[in-house]
């Protein structure tokens, strides 16, 4: 017999919290859960620990839950547009495209130097990566929705979006 939802959405929500701590807590230098409720309620606590609660771990944590979040809200609602159970957020090759924005990040890299530049610019260099992945991932959702305008069939829209995936796949490989 299955569970109620309102039990299963509690036993899930537990969970989460559980993990979300746990993260907090493991890591390369493990931290005693006290000392990582001291360092984020700002008790007093081994200045290292609490540097390594709140700016490497927490904003880590935080980043984990939400992205988890938008990615069953994206999900969730592909399914609905769809009316396929099995569509997810990576159904309609936007994955891909973030994928062939790297690639071409990392190319144009390559000719100057190799990912030793990249790597060598920092923070930076992550921010070059995000937004090309973004950019990659924008362009192949304009080109989804310049489809979605011709297409009135779901599944055929569906369809177009696994071929523009395969493509950037392929794209990527190449490159």
């Known amino acids: 017999r299955a569970a109620a939802p309102a039990t299963m959405l509690a ?7 559980l993990l979300f701590i746990a993260d907090l807590a493991f ?3 493990r931290i005693p859960l ?6 984020l309620v700002g008790r007093q606590a081994d200045p290292a620990w609490t540097s390594i609660v709140r700016i490497f771990r927490l904003p880590k944590a935080l980043t984990a839950l939400a992205a988890g979040a938008a990615l069953a809200v994206s999900g969730l ?3 609905t547009v ?4 099995l569509a997810g957020p990576d159904s309609l090759g936007i994955g891909a495209g973030a994928s062939v924005g790297v690639a071409l990040v990392v190319l144009a890299a390559g000719s100057a130097g190799g990912s030793a530049f990249l790597s060598g610019l920092g923070f ?7 937004i090309a992945a973004s950019v990659g991932a924008f362009l192949v959702l304009l080109v ?3 489809f979605a305008r011709r297409v009135e069939n779901g599944v055929t829209l569906l369809i ?3 071929l523009v995936g395969y493509l950037a796949g392929s794209l990527v490989s190449l490159l």
């Open 11 to 17: 036993v899930l929500a537990i969970a989460a919290i």
């Open 27 to 29: 890591g390369s230098v």
């Open 34 to 39: 006290g000392d990582v409720l001291d360092a």
């Open 77 to 79: 609602i592909l399914q």
């Open 82 to 85: 769809f009316r396929n159970p």
């Open 124 to 130: 930076a260099g992550y921010a070059i990566l995000s």
């Open 144 to 146: 989804i929705l310049l």
């Open 160 to 162: 177009v979006g696994l």
